[in-house]
């Protein structure tokens, strides 16, 4: 590693940490203004981010890039104006920061509770989509930390345009402008140093493809929030109700193609075949799904290809789906556990006893009921948008929002009191 890229990335370190330590002396009131003012800056500069972002879509064209990156590439006015809206309901939601809880008096007569404070310095290294700059530095804020960008060279113009505007609205507030900063260098060691900043960084934070995510996971010594895959499941059970889960599988699978938690695997109770694969697989097919399926269904699936083992562990991103009829219930979790990756995964049933068991006993950042897996996501949850999804088990799981940037210390609250 250069000395020059180590330089570059310390100073964005020590920058980050210095305006951190400044923003908690701030009341939220400051920080809800530079929320706002995000919203109203990416709003009125809506065409500049727009043209921005054509560079790098031509740019991925070029590049041969597929469908589904593309489309996580592109910035429209309605995805701009998502993002506004995610700013402002950021604004809207309790500032965690100084929360106190569970305080309770000891036989000493001491309090003793906890409080909720920053992570500090976060480090978000992601790729492609362009809005996660506005999302991270908006729950970043809110929550009391600095945050350090760095999105992949793909989406450089769009991110630098947001980032521009996001940084414009932390001065309007009087805020330190440090508290977002963007790591421009395309050299691959600057994230190594990132990551490995120990001392000026306390968590880093990773979005993208298995590439980005295995590299995180093995080189990191700063804490990671992170997860690998979104091989997410619906289950059809033997008490579902046909028209919901037709409902439910199509938008799973279709609703939009390139997300973590769009459905990559459908699982059908045998009971249904009869009456549910057909119309199932007729609705995924209209909408241009390739379907790799098991050796039972594949006789009954016109232009099916037949499943491998790698198929049902993989996060295709892409429209595919593998599919499995399963004995029951017991069978179906079975398979969710031994293929799934912990992100989401969803039933369809009117059995109540049936549901309670798939919530309880599936191990997975979210569970469902009767409800599409693209639900898990910080904006449609209320935490106002999410900074990604965690399915390790640190001190958070799932979509991570303002609760999950925070830890909690101890206070001990007396009045001259001593221990003998």
């Excluded at 996660?132 to 929550?143: E, H, I, M, P, R």
């Excluded at 990559?264 to 609705?283: F, G, I, K």
């Amino acid at each position: 590693m250069t000395q020059e890229i180590e330089a570059e990335v310390r100073a964005l370190g020590q920058r980050a940490r210095q305006a951190q330590g400044q923003l908690l002396a701030r009341d939220s009131g400051a920080k809800d203004r530079a929320l706002r003012g995000m919203a109203e800056l990416l709003r009125r500069d809506a065409e500049d981010i727009q043209r921005a972002n054509r560079k790098d879509l031509r740019a991925a064209e070029a590049a041969g890039r597929d469908p589904a990156f593309i489309d996580r590439l592109r910035l429209d006015e309605s995805r701009i104006e998502a993002m506004a809206k995610g700013l402002e309901q950021i604004a809207t939601l309790p500032d965690p920061v100084g929360e106190i809880s569970d305080l309770t008096y000891r036989p000493s007569g001491i309090q003793v509770g906890r409080m909720r404070m920053p992570l500090g310095v976060i480090a978000m290294i992601y790729e492609s989509r362009p809005n996660v700059t506005a999302d991270a530095a908006g729950l970043c804020v809110k929550s009391g930390n600095a945050v350090i960008l760095r999105g992949g060279s793909e989406s450089l113009h769009s991110n630098l345009a947001i980032a521009e505007r996001l940084r414009a609205a932390l001065g309007r507030a009087q805020l330190p402008l440090d508290l977002v900063q963007y790591l421009q260098t395309p050299d691959r060691e600057a994230v190594g140093a990132l990551i490995r900043m120990d001392d000026l960084v306390d968590v880093v934070i990773p979005r993208g493809g298995k590439g980005l995510l295995s590299r995180i996971r093995a080189e990191a010594t700063v804490p990671v929030i992170m997860h690998l895959d979104g091989n997410c499941h619906v289950y059809v059970d033997r008490d579902a109700d046909a028209a919901k889960a037709l409902k439910i599988v199509v938008n799973a699978k279709t609703q939009r193609l390139g997300t973590c938690n769009t459905a990559e695997s459908l699982l059908l109770h045998r009971d249904r075949v009869d009456d549910l694969l057909e119309p199932l697989t007729a609705a995924l097919r209209e909408k241009g799904v390739e379907i790799r399926a098991c050796s039972e269904s594949l006789p009954r699936i016109p232009g099916a290809v037949a499943a491998t083992e790698e198929d049902f562990a993989t996060e295709y991103l892409a429209a595919i789906i593998s599919l499995k009829i399963v004995d029951d219930l017991d069978a179906a979790m079975a398979h969710i556990a031994r293929y799934g990756s912990g992100h989401t995964e969803s039933i369809v049933t009117e059995n109540f006893t049936t549901a309670r068991r798939f919530l309880r006993e599936v191990d997975s950042s979210s569970v469902m009921v009767n409800a599409s897996t693209r639900f898990a996501d910080g904006f449609e949850y209320g935490l106002g948008a999410e900074i990604g999804i965690s399915t390790n088990r640190l001190h958070v799981r799932g979509p991570v929002g303002l609760e999950g940037l925070t830890l909690q210390k101890w206070i001990v609250l007396g009045d001259g009191h001593i221990r003998s």
